[in-house]
Structure formats: structure tokens, C-alpha cells
């Protein structure tokens, strides 16, 4: 009779390789918007074109978001299809409250449109 191996006489565990993380390319998925880059006061993020064919420049004026949802607010509300209310064209989108001053205001301040949700304000800017 053979004697039976214990515990000690037990052969090793094997090593396990290192967990690597997949690694991401181009044809992956972009990563979520929570992993998005949150931008602050004075962020030019872009330009955006109204419906009359003009373009804006686009930005943070104060709180934090990001520059995909300040393009994307803007390009949605800016769209013909938007329903505007009153000569201030004021709109919801994507739970931002949307207002634009009339043509002289904007050509007097530079601001054409501002856009609040919570305490972050975005701004639709004439472009000289």
C-alpha cells in the first residue's frame, strides 16, 4: 500500500497571470458622460450654428458641466423644431430653462442666448 500524500506533501499552487484591462480602441463604445470632463466658468466649448445660419460660440459662465451638454443643449434648442414661447423664445431642453435676447440686445451685449439648470449657466455668444 502506497501512503497517501498530507497536505504538505501537496504540489504547489500554479502562478495565475496578472488581471490586465481590456484595452480601449477606436472601435470601442465612447466611454459614459459620467466619466465626461467637467468644465468651470469662462470655457469656450465650441460653436453652434442657429437656425438663421449663424454661428455662436458656446460656453460655461458659471457652475460646471460639460462641454457635450452645452453643445448639445444649444444644437437642441437652436434646432427648427424646438418650441419657443414668447419673443424671448424661452424653451426647456434637457431640463435646461433657454432664453435669447432680441437682435439688438445680442448685437448690444454680445450674449444672444443663457440657458440655467440648477446653479450652472451656459451662454450662447455672438461671434464679431
Do not use: H
Not at 450654428?49 to 460639460?66: D, H, P, Q, Y
Amino acid at each position: 500500500m502506497r501512503p497517501e500524500a498530507g497536505p504538505a506533501a501537496s504540489a504547489p499552487p500554479a502562478p495565475t497571470a496578472p488581471a490586465i484591462a481590456p484595452s480601449i480602441s477606436a472601435d470601442s463604445p465612447e466611454p459614459s458622460r459620467s466619466r465626461a470632463k467637467l468644465v468651470g466658468p469662462r470655457t469656450n466649448c465650441g460653436e453652434v450654428k442657429a437656425v438663421n445660419g449663424e454661428i455662436f460660440a458656446v460656453g460655461v459662465l458659471s457652475g460646471r458641466t460639460t462641454c457635450a451638454t452645452v453643445l448639445t443643449v444649444f444644437r437642441s434648442y437652436f434646432a427648427p423644431g424646438t418650441p419657443r414661447q414668447g419673443s424671448a423664445g424661452v424653451a426647456t431642453v434637457n431640463g435646461w430653462r433657454c432664453a435669447s435676447n432680441s437682435a439688438a440686445q445680442a448685437s448690444a451685449s454680445g450674449r444672444l442666448s443663457t440657458c440655467r439648470k440648477a446653479s450652472t449657466t451656459i451662454t450662447a455668444d455672438v461671434i464679431p
